[in-house]
């Protein structure tokens, strides 16, 4: 394996499948049995998710909500989240454990550093939730944030798209993908990938970033066999 320890970053729009808003049952058993697949090879597996397919605070906020309120109640959409995707990996036998960065001690662990290691070590798929626990930070910053902490290999962000474009591949025709891309360049170029303050965190502690496509089955298995799929950004 190419990776032994991976944070898998999805969004919370990538739960929805075909539909227009909530979560999609076919679609989270087709992530549950790709995180099945490689955790059988061995690989530790951490998770972060985001809630947007329940709500955003930024959007709210633009209609006049209060920003603070509007990402908490956000934080609140990816524990929900959190808690779908954990039983949809239970139901194919896989161990897990739902962290959260807000307390709710009923239905998730309070985030602890170490206990989250110790259940990786084990075998267990860790799911964070809440965010970073802050508002005016993203599930991408959160993302990042985690993945520092847990010592993971490498950030994967699931995505509709098969890695980064020159421009948007749903919208020009002409875009070409790249298959490497430095971090410098993703930020002279103007390229999202992830928001500013995720994607500076992830290259100041130069922990590469690889965008894929986590809607085709097997992609997630080829990429920790050391395959190149997707995009990968480094230093």
């Not at 490689?38 to 972060?48: F, P």
């Not at 098969?162 to 919208?171: L, R």
């Amino acid at each position: 394996m190419k990776y032994k320890r991976i944070l898998l970053k999805l969004s919370g729009e990538a739960l929805m499948g075909n539909l227009q808003y909530g979560i999609d049952p076919v679609r989270l058993s087709e992530y549950a049995q790709q995180v099945k697949e490689i955790v059988n090879l061995g690989v530790e597996v951490a998770i972060v998710i985001g809630g947007g397919n329940i709500f955003r605070g930024v959007s709210g906020a633009s209609k006049g909500m209060d920003r603070v309120q509007g990402d908490h109640m956000g934080m609140l959409a990816t524990v929900i989240n959190g808690l779908a995707l954990q039983g949809a990996m239970e139901d194919e036998g896989l161990k897990t454990r739902l962290q959260s960065a807000i307390q709710i001690d009923e239905v998730a662990e309070p985030f602890i550093r170490r206990r989250a290691l110790r259940h990786l070590e084990k075998g267990r798929v860790v799911i964070f939730g809440g965010g970073t626990g802050n508002p005016y930070f993203t599930t991408d910053s959160a993302a990042v944030l985690r993945a520092i902490e847990i010592k993971a290999d490498v950030i994967l962000k699931g995505t509709r798209v098969d890695g980064i474009y020159t421009a948007d591949p749903e919208k020009d025709a002409n875009a070409t993908k790249y298959d490497y891309i430095s971090f410098k360049d993703v930020i002279e170029k103007g390229l999202k990938v992830m928001d500013t303050t995720a994607f500076t965190l992830s290259q100041e502690n130069e922990l590469p970033i690889i965008v894929f496509d986590m809607n085709t089955k097997g992609n997630l298995k080829k990429l920790v066999s050391g395959e190149c799929i997707g995009t990968t950004v480094n230093v």
